[in-house]
């Protein structure tokens, strides 16, 4: 029993940790995604694929090869993947983005939608660079 | 252990086809929350079993045939690329843990979770040249904590029975 008690003693050091750096990613997040868009941009094999402001209603289709492979919609201030080929849709599933930082992600397709704000407050742009 | 006797190599190959068979029951699940790269992380039951029965060598060498296999049948060749780098940073990790001998096998087990994920990320964000992925790390954090945990806890569970199967076959074949 007695070893038991200090093998826990471990394990919870480990947990109080993990939940002091899980409060401190969520706020980081938070406070990196606080603003809104101006630009969405979509990047497409490491290539920017184009980029799009925000405050008009957009409809891209990303093909490759002449086939469509995603659709992306720009619509009320808010980018959604709205159809992909690829087997797992996870990226149809994210949903709505809006602010400056969120992100879609089409593993598959490898295709980056980021949302970015006009230049002077990309926040995480400049953290990051 | 190394791979020397036939009975390693079939102990090796039992391991190996019940990862497979996890990462096949993986693919069939349901995504409930759709983040790029949050799974329950089914294969890790096997890999964590072969680490703490044998040895880094042996799960490692489980592992990597594991993810290329699984990769060709069920993935891609860029999952294979993010799953490498995962799990050899969980991996380690977790060995450390368990030399440390001051941690719980569902600790070791969470912490595995985390840095699979944490490995996966990074790999993904130079593979597309675009860190704004790192929004994702803090769900994929919670993810990790608590896939591990349940992983951990079968695990647990499963070592001192498999512990008693193993040792008995390997008396009666010698």
Redesign the interface.
């Known amino acids: 029993m007695k070893s038991n008690k200090t093998?826990?003693k471990?394990?919870i050091i480990?947990?109080a940790v993990?939940l002091i750096?899980?409060v401190f990613?969520?706020l980081?997040?938070f406070f990196?995604?606080r603003s809104n868009g101006y630009i969405c941009e979509i990047?497409k094999d490491?290539k920017i694929y184009g980029e799009y402001k925000m405050d008009k209603d957009h409809e891209i289709d990303i093909k490759e090869n002449g086939k469509l492979v995603n659709a992306v919609v720009i619509k009320d201030h808010e980018v959604y993947m709205k159809e992909a080929d690829c087997p797992?849709k996870?990226?149809e599933?994210?949903?709505k983005i809006s602010r400056v930082?969120?992100?879609i992600?089409c593993?598959?397709n490898?295709i980056?939608i980021?949302i970015k704000g006009d230049k002077g407050s990309d926040s995480?742009d400049s953290m990051?660079? | 252990m190394g791979v020397k006797s036939t009975k390693n190599i079939g102990i090796t190959s039992l391991f190996l086809a019940l990862a497979l068979v996890l990462s096949y029951i993986e693919t069939l699940l349901p995504v409930f929350i759709p983040i790029p790269g949050l799974k329950i992380g089914l294969p890790n039951l096997a890999i964590i079993i072969v680490l703490y029965l044998y040895d880094f060598k042996t799960a490692s060498l489980i592992n990597v045939m594991r993810i290329f296999i699984a990769g060709f049948m069920f993935g891609s060749a860029f999952s294979i690329v993010y799953s490498l780098s995962g799990a050899f940073l969980s991996m380690i990790i977790m060995t450390i843990m368990k030399k440390t001998k001051k941690f719980s096998i569902v600790t070791v087990s969470s912490a595995g979770g985390i840095f699979h994920n944490l490995g996966q990320i990074i790999m993904a964000a130079i593979v597309m040249e675009n860190y704004y992925i790192f929004t994702y790390f803090p769900v994929l954090f919670v993810g990790g904590i608590i896939t591990g945990i349940v992983i951990g806890i079968i695990a647990r569970e499963l070592l001192p029975r498999l512990r008693k199967i193993i040792g008995f076959e390997i008396k009666g074949s010698e």
Do not use: H, R
Request: net charge positive; aromatic share 14%.
């Open positions: 093998n826990m471990y394990d480990f947990f993990a750096i899980l990613l969520f980081a997040y990196m995604t990047k490491n797992d996870l990226c599933k994210m949903g930082g969120e992100t992600v593993l598959p490898k980056v980021t995480l990051t660079k």
